[in-house]
């Protein structure tokens, strides 16, 4: 299995209970969390040597967030605990029917989001890994965060240590300092060996409109603009989600290659979710996990969206499951007690 480093920011999720609005009752159900760290915790569960690299504020609160990593199996040597500022925060409300989920930020400020490049030895971190995974979300929080993503993917290609890169654009946390959200996001592009993108992600960082009649086809579109722009690029994997409702979406899957690889996973009805938080995540540790253990290009897009749908049934950040049980589900859909 492959050594894998993680960069990015662990939260503290606070969420209403059950499918109550924020404070309906005085109560919040407290998950650890964060684009990254729930990747780390996925690849971790799947047999992989993760390493999580971060930084945490000296107290109970990031210390309860790193012991989570640790009993996922994840390496904690590179998070760095510091006696200064905050943990990142946010709150979540479940949507129900109708009524969609909302997320609140609060993560200005925080010990990740003051952090400089110069705190992490990034040739010592990436020795003998074989793929470095970073996301959109982080450059996001901050100009010296995105210095700091961008010195770490630098390192890596240096190193000769491949590049994953989820765009994970969030337009609320760029609005809230003025950052240049398609320069910033251009340049981790251009580093990177495979990205988890759709077209609405290319059209932002190369300022291009996609308008062909279906999503797939936008897609197509898209990756083919992508893989023009950027050499390094080899792939870009993507899920499409149709929403019928809060709580039954329809998911589906793409994996494209700068060789002509095209593989498509049949979409999976999700009626009754539980929580889709993290779902993403684990559709991109899924698709790590098939590159890194050498599946066809059809079985690892198979295998990325089935580890995303089993996200959808199972409360919190992260996904635990392991890898036999991802087959099982691509083996059989019966649904009835393991005993």
Same mark, same amino acid.
């Given at each position: ?24 009752? @005085? ?6 969390? !964060? ?29 309860? *967030? ?18 200064? /500022?905050?943990? +990142? ?15 609140? =930020?609060?993560?200005? !400020?925080?010990?990740?989001?003051? +952090? ?6 990034? @040739?010592?971190?990436?020795? $003998? ?6 996301? !959109?979300?982080?450059? %996001? ?17 240096? *190193?000769?240590?491949?590049?994953? &890169?989820? +765009?994970? =654009? ?18 981790? &592009? ?5 990205? &988890?993108? /759709? ?28 893989? %023009?722009?950027? @050499?390094?690029?080899? =792939? ?9 409702? #809060? ?11 700068? $060789? ?14 539980? $929580?889709?938080?993290?779902?993403? /995540? ?9 590159? #890194?253990?050498?599946? $066809? ?5 198979? &295998? !990325? ?14 996904? @635990? ?19």
């Amino acid at each position: 299995m492959s050594r894998i480093v993680c960069f990015g920011e662990l939260l503290l999720r606070l969420g209403a209970p059950g499918r109550e609005l924020l404070l309906q009752t @005085p109560q919040l159900q407290v998950h650890v969390g !964060g684009a990254e760290a729930n990747v780390a915790v996925s690849l971790s569960c799947l047999g992989h040597d993760v390493q999580m690299v971060s930084t945490v504020p000296g107290n109970a609160l990031g210390r309860h *967030a790193v012991a989570e990593l640790r009993r996922h199996g994840v390496g904690v040597d590179a998070v760095r605990e510091v006696d200064r /500022d905050r943990m +990142g925060l946010y709150f979540l409300a479940t949507g129900a029917l109708q009524r969609s989920s909302e997320v609140v =930020y609060d993560r200005a !400020g925080s010990a990740f989001a003051n +952090g400089t490049a110069a705190e992490h030895d990034w @040739p010592t971190v990436l020795r $003998d890994a074989q793929w470095l995974h970073v996301s !959109g979300v982080s450059p %996001a929080l901050g100009v010296n965060v995105a210095e700091c993503v961008l010195v770490a993917v630098r390192a890596a290609r240096r *190193a000769g240590v491949r590049v994953s &890169f989820d +765009g994970n =654009y969030r337009p609320s946390l760029w609005q809230r300092w003025g950052g240049n959200a398609a320069a910033i996001l251009r340049e981790l &592009f251009a580093e990177a060996d495979i990205v &988890f993108a /759709d077209h609405r992600d290319i059209e932002l960082v190369l300022g291009l409109c996609f308008a062909q009649d279906t999503p797939i086809a936008r897609t197509e579109a898209a990756a083919a603009a992508a893989f %023009a722009a950027f @050499p390094q690029l080899q =792939y870009l994997a993507c899920t499409h989600r149709e929403l019928v409702s #809060a709580d039954h979406h329809v998911l589906g899957a793409l994996l494209l290659g700068r $060789d002509g690889t095209r593989a498509q996973a049949p979409s999976r009805p999700l009626p009754g979710i539980v $929580d889709r938080i993290g779902g993403g /995540d684990a559709f991109a540790a899924g698709i790590l996990h098939g590159l #890194a253990s050498g599946f $066809d290009a059809e079985s690892t897009v198979r &295998f !990325g969206l089935a580890a995303g749908a089993l996200k959808h049934s199972i409360p919190g950040d992260f996904s @635990p499951v392991r890898e036999a049980e991802v087959w099982a589900l691509l083996e059989s859909e019966q649904f009835d007690v393991r005993r």
